[in-house]
């Protein structure tokens, strides 16, 4: 039987098309000791997402036909959420040549990129984006000054100055997006930008929209809600004040500190300050920001199990992006339509693709539950909501009329039902 | 006397007030134990105290070792040379270890900043960070606070100068955090490179100010801490040349004399003589930077048997 979305009307839940996240590591092949492709497929279904975009940074990177082919097939023996590769721009993610991605978008490749690292040479970043045309695809680039951030493990600000920790500076991720944005004009070609997370860089990308260039952005659950703080202990989200006020019951507003220097804090770009938080959720809401993506990052504890300094970036964000962001919807951050479009139609927009139509997700907005590895089906637990009372959580997920993940205990369906199997 | 709850040293930004008095006034008992023609007291007798060094340090490890010891306390070195640290052990492994020969203290240094943090949270035994990144050594900010009230006496309102690498400095770190709850007006100066941006655009710890121009800097103020200067540091382009440093920056007799008279001068050691601070300033009559050494000793035997003492009977 296919799912019918009209069985869960009265309840109170949420159905929406189902997500689609540009942006996620899943690790396979070359670090499965964190994350593999199915674990992240499943993840991500228990997170709403039933589509994702698996990025190249695997070792081998995926930057031949071959290895974009193996994704697909391994995404659809997963039989979890649709996995769509994104190939590298520049062969094996070293910057100095392109990589054939023509061929590799007619292998499946339905986006570019080096995320983890820039391209740093302007010269064959212009080339990428032109040469991106013929591909057909859009080229999605992560902006940072290399230099600038030689060294850096946080934002750089009062809290950096505070930890003796060196910083990387809002600036490094804007003169990048600048640079991306002048030669994406140049080269009359589609840019997205990976992650912004600077109210300075929403700024640029508004000002280029308006000025003409095609450019998208997207932003990551943990840049609308965690801050620079907490990287000094502080577990209270950015927009603590209003979440209380709204709502003085909500879990998350309950917080107490955490220990300083968690490196599940540490993550590339970095949790920036409350300001940059408050104008991402502005670029959320005018359209400057087309979509929300997790960039879950999943590390195996060898690589998060150590001091700040020598520990990984990135923090896992499938399973936790429902909760954080309807926090903000309940903080009157954004209307929650708003959220669910950058969840769905924008992201897809930014692909070409037309949405799944037999692709939804059921949300249960009031269930409330704790963050927890065994509660988490990623292989990794490196998010710094560990341990935490959250409230919201996908109690469906399906994918082509089929559903792929249910929570029964929720549902209220039995296993041995037809009708809902 | 106050009560002391805290199980472990690890930054005094934190502190009250009174828990830094707390310290000051132990230390001050423990002064007078080490002035006994038998430097040693029972307050450890049958505790160990592992000194963990994964960072190259003679002063502050052989401090707390002259420190332990006159409290009675056994002593374990692990050394950064003598440990499997180099070999790519990870901070979790040596965690275990420490946690298996069950120390009652560690005390640690560390090259990242926050890595004493990692460690207490993983071990039972009272941890007393010896510096960790550029983050803090809160005993060295203690002992400053010690020697300047020893001198200045109450340091409610003094103006104490802090010249040099501050961005890199754990030294600078602690000072303000124990000197600003004290009362004390804070003066940072140094090259701009060399100063956190935050802190250089105005966005300061309470109590704190920059003065980029250490003559006016020093005008009138009651000590300066000269800060140690790596020499790396004009390789990493964030200064034009030592030399360059040591003329505008450089503690001279003439920087001296402009603040009060009889205003004191501190370092924390080691230092480069004719690069931060000149000779006749280090070894002359306004130096307090042996008495540091000296008060160092006391303030970590108040530290440890503070952490892991018992009551005296």
């Known amino acids: 039987m296919r799912f019918d979305r009209d069985a869960f009307a009265g309840k109170g839940w949420i159905v929406s098309r189902g997500f689609v996240d540009l942006h996620a590591h899943l690790r396979e092949p070359g670090f499965e000791e964190s994350e593999t492709i199915e674990s992240g497929a499943r993840a991500a279904l228990r997170g709403g997402f039933t589509t994702i975009c698996g990025m190249p940074n695997t070792e081998p990177p995926i930057d031949s036909p071959g290895a974009v082919r193996e994704m697909?097939?391994?995404?659809?023996?997963?039989?979890?959420?649709?996995?769509?590769?994104?190939?590298?721009?520049?062969?094996?993610?070293?910057?100095?040549?392109?990589?054939?991605?023509?061929?590799?978008?007619?292998?499946?490749?339905?986006?570019?990129?080096?995320?983890?690292s820039p391209v740093e040479d302007g010269r064959l970043f212009r080339s990428a984006l032109e040469y991106s045309r013929a591909a057909g695809r859009t080229i999605s680039e992560h902006p940072q000054d290399l230099a600038l951030t030689r060294h850096g493990v946080m934002h750089e600000g009062a809290v950096s100055a505070a930890l003796g920790l060196t910083g990387m500076p809002a600036e490094a991720e804007e003169s990048a997006i600048a640079r991306d944005l002048a030669l994406a004009k140049l080269a009359g070609a589609r840019l997205h930008l990976a992650h912004v997370s600077t109210a300075g860089?929403?700024?640029?990308?508004?000002?280029?929209?308006?000025?003409?260039?095609?450019?998208?952005?997207?932003?990551?659950?943990?840049?609308?809600?965690?801050?620079?703080?907490?990287?000094?202990?502080?577990?209270?989200?950015?927009?603590?004040?209003?979440?209380?006020?709204?709502d003085p019951t909500h879990p998350l507003v309950r917080s107490t500190p955490g220990v300083p220097f968690d490196a599940n804090t540490k993550v590339n770009p970095p949790l920036r300050t409350a300001a940059d938080v408050r104008a991402c959720w502005a670029g959320l809401?005018?359209?400057?920001?087309?979509?929300?993506?997790?960039?879950?990052?999943?590390?195996?504890?060898?690589?998060k199990d150590v001091e700040l300094e020598a520990a990984a970036f990135g923090i896992t964000g499938l399973e936790t992006a429902v909760p954080l962001l309807l926090a903000g919807?309940?903080?009157?951050?954004?209307?929650?339509?708003?959220?669910?479009?950058?969840?769905?139609?924008?992201?897809?927009?930014?692909?070409?693709?037309?949405?799944?139509?037999?692709?939804?997700?059921?949300?249960d907005p009031r269930r409330e539950w704790t963050v927890t590895a065994a509660e988490l089906a990623s292989k990794s637990a490196n998010t710094p909501l560990l341990g935490r009372m959250v409230r919201g959580r996908v109690v469906m997920a399906v994918v082509g009329g089929e559903i792929r993940f249910e929570d029964t205990a929720e549902t209220g369906s039995r296993s041995d039902e037809p009708a809902l199997r | 006397m106050t009560t002391w709850t805290r199980r472990h040293v690890l930054s005094t930004e934190d502190w009250s007030r009174a828990e830094i008095e707390t310290v000051l006034e132990n230390a001050h008992a423990m002064a007078e134990v080490l002035s006994r023609p038998v430097r040693r007291a029972p307050a450890l007798h049958g505790r160990t105290v592992i000194l963990f060094f994964a960072e190259v340090s003679t002063r502050t490890r052989v401090s707390f070792e002259l420190a332990a010891k006159a409290l009675s306390a056994d002593v374990v070195n692990i050394t950064a040379t003598g440990s499997s640290v180099e070999k790519g052990e990870t901070l979790?492994?040596?965690?275990?270890?420490?946690?298996?020969?069950?120390?009652?203290?560690?005390?640690?240094?560390?090259?990242?900043?926050?890595?004493?943090?990692?460690?207490?949270?993983?071990?039972?035994?009272?941890?007393?960070?010896?510096?960790?990144?550029?983050?803090?050594?809160p005993s060295q900010g203690l002992l400053d606070a010690y020697t300047l009230r020893a001198k200045l006496g109450d340091l409610e309102?003094?103006?104490?100068?802090?010249?040099?690498?501050?961005?890199?400095?754990?030294?600078?770190?602690?000072?303000?955090?124990?000197?600003?709850?004290?009362?004390?007006?804070?003066?940072?100066?140094?090259?701009?490179?060399?100063?956190?941006?935050?802190?250089?655009?105005?966005?300061?710890?309470?109590?704190?100010?920059?003065?980029?121009?250490?003559?006016?800097?020093?005008?009138?103020?009651?000590?300066?801490?000269?800060?140690?200067?790596?020499?790396?540091?004009a390789e990493a382009g964030l200064l034009p040349s030592l030399?360059?440093?040591?003329?505008?920056w450089g503690i001279t007799e003439a920087r001296v004399a402009r603040m009060r008279p009889e205003a004191p001068v501190l370092h924390p050691g080691p230092m480069n003589e004719g690069i931060e601070i000149d000779a006749a300033v280090a070894h002359g009559p306004r130096s307090l930077i042996e008495r540091q050494v000296t008060n160092g000793v006391a303030i970590r035997m108040a530290l440890l048997y503070l952490l892991a003492g018992t009551p005296a009977s």
């Open chain 2, 92 to 137: 979790l492994d040596t965690v275990r270890t420490l946690q298996a020969l069950g120390g009652d203290v560690v005390v640690m240094r560390h090259s990242a900043a926050g890595a004493p943090y990692f460690v207490a949270e993983r071990t039972d035994a009272a941890v007393i960070n010896a510096g960790d990144g550029a983050h803090a050594h």
């Open chain 1, 72 to 116: 697909i097939e391994r995404g659809i023996a997963a039989n979890a959420a649709r996995v769509l590769p994104v190939a590298c721009i520049t062969r094996g993610r070293a910057g100095h040549e392109l990589a054939d991605m023509v061929e590799l978008a007619a292998s499946g490749a339905v986006l570019f990129s080096d995320d983890g």
């Open chain 1, 285 to 303: 809401r005018d359209g400057t920001i087309d979509a929300i993506a997790t960039d879950h990052a999943p590390h195996a504890s060898v690589r």
């Open chain 2, 157 to 233: 309102g003094k103006r104490i100068v802090i010249v040099g690498d501050v961005l890199h400095s754990r030294v600078a770190r602690s000072d303000i955090h124990t000197l600003a709850p004290l009362g004390a007006e804070i003066t940072l100066s140094g090259p701009p490179t060399l100063m956190p941006a935050a802190w250089r655009c105005g966005s300061l710890p309470e109590r704190v100010r920059y003065e980029p121009d250490v003559d006016r800097a020093l005008d009138g103020a009651d000590a300066v801490i000269a800060l140690r200067l790596q020499r790396e540091r």
């Open chain 2, 243 to 248: 030399r360059e440093y040591a003329r505008v």
């Open chain 1, 201 to 246: 860089a929403v700024e640029l990308v508004r000002r280029a929209k308006a000025d003409g260039v095609a450019v998208t952005c997207e932003v990551t659950p943990h840049h609308l809600a965690l801050t620079d703080e907490w990287v000094a202990g502080s577990r209270d989200l950015a927009f603590i004040e209003q979440l209380s006020q709204a």
């Open chain 1, 329 to 363: 919807v309940a903080a009157g951050l954004a209307e929650l339509d708003t959220v669910l479009a950058a969840l769905t139609s924008g992201p897809a927009r930014v692909l070409g693709r037309e949405l799944e139509p037999d692709d939804w997700v059921v949300i």
